[in-house]
């Protein structure tokens, strides 16, 4: 099966331009980075085209160690969109180096319903992720650069205690963590304890994702917050005109990119956030840009409805007045099962019980898009291993919600697979039942923004915070930002902060232990639970199945 896909993704692949011509752009007009990939200027979007196309979120239940396949239902939901003769781009997040080589393994999707070219887009890319982190990383040498200044006039007196501000690299390397920097005498620093996070995790990754155009991301990052001066007066990145150079970085990678899936769709890549620690969707400008060019975009948002999916909703839909069309969730019978309390290793095996207690779970995500006013259509991706008696066991239970549902089937047949679940999405759109709600006003304090979220997306009974967290969010009223938007960093593993908690559970507390500030992303980071902004490498890393033969042909992604 593997050979089959790399001799069709051999076959199939189109000249950049020929994609770029399908969606009306001339092929001199876009900037190649080889054959198959390129950056769409931003002179593309077109906002009376964006507020006539039809924007498709895809979304899933809790994610389990086998994996769901969002991104392949998105990218197959797309191609099958376009065989019913609807013009459909998908627009996704970029992969990030470190889950690729850690416990994920690529991200674009798989079998017949892939982005293409597959290696590339997994690896180094068009290079968007290493401008955010010399960005990143820019902004931290000139902290630390002003700290170690002796004259009056540059240095603005930074309290070297509260930088929050570490540095980034796209790799797991648990190692980095906790360091201490400045070491090395009285002309190598001023010692301080600092750390590194991954390039997915940066401020500058979801600053760049929030921003509308080149002015706007200069501007935003200006109002990135390092920490206060001695005096306790905020310090932020324009302080240090730092924000000039940062957008001269990242003068490229604010230019989504191009590709294509197996069978010619076209394919928009931007920005790769992720949804337990950050917004966990591609950018503000990659969805208006598919959204100028195409009658309909299928976008997804990372992990499950109350991480990625809330934050798009309340955070990117809000910031770029976007408007939700039709969400999918997707599910499967294994996932189901796992939830239900069957073990990993038997989610092969049919299990009727154990897949009607999973169904808690779904419940709770389908609950979840009702509260902001969608009826989910859902997407059960199907496996070899599902029985004819389970996968009838789910669809009968969808429909005695008044779901629409369907089997997604395009990992084995591409676009084929999914023209059911494609029938079921514009029968969503055309009868026009979904109206948007936000969950939350800008206006509430952050107490009720955070517990809104906690008791209607998790089903936490309770809100608690620690001193430290409460006096962050005093903090960061007083300094003029308790409007922001919030995004919470939890676990994705569970709808709770505690990641052994599968199904729906309930007559739980969230424990919010503290509260970071990004203000050029426009939101707050309250922090539930153990949850790190650095990954480690599992005990079998995915990079040891990575290899290269004498041609150059790269193996182990998929």
Known sequence: MKKDIEIAQAARIKPIAEIAEILGIPGKEIEPYGKYKAKIPLSFINDENVKKARLILVTATTPTPPGEGKTTTSIGLAQAMNRLGKKTTVVIREPSLGPVFGIKGGAAGGGYAQVIPMEDINLHFTGDISAVEKAHNLLAALIDNNIQLKTKDGNIGIDPRTIEWKRVMDMNERSLRDIVIGLGGITEGVPRRSGFDITAASEVMATLCMARSLPDLKERLGNIFIGYTYDEKPVFARDLKANGAMAALLKEAIKPNLVQTLEGTPAIIHGGPFANIAQGTNSIIGTKMGMSLSDYVVTEAGFASELGAEKFLDIKSRTGNLKTDAVVIVTTVRALKYHGGAKLSALQTEDLDALKNGFDNLDKHIENMRYFGFRPVIAINKFETDTEQELKMLINYC???????????????????????????????????????????????????????????????????????????????????????????????????????????????VKIREVELSSGAGFIVPIAGTIMRMPGLPNSPSAEKVDIDSEGRISGLF
């Open 399 to 509: 429909e005695s919600q008044h779901l629409k549902v369907a089997s997604n089937e395009s990992w084995l047949k591409g676009g084929e697979g999914a023209e059911e679940l494609a029938q079921k999405v514009l029968e969503q759109i055309s009868e026009g039942n979904d109206a948007y709600n936000p969950l939350y006003e800008l206006e509430w304090s952050f107490e009720k923004k955070i517990e809104t979220i906690c008791k209607k997306m998790y089903g936490a009974d309770h809100v608690e915070y620690t001193v430290k967290a409460k006096n962050q969010l005093d903090r960061i009223e007083q300094i003029g930002f308790g409007n922001l938007a919030v995004c919470i960093a939890k676990t994705q593993k569970s709808l709770s902060d505690d990641q052994t908690k599968r199904g729906r559970p309930r007559g739980f507390t």
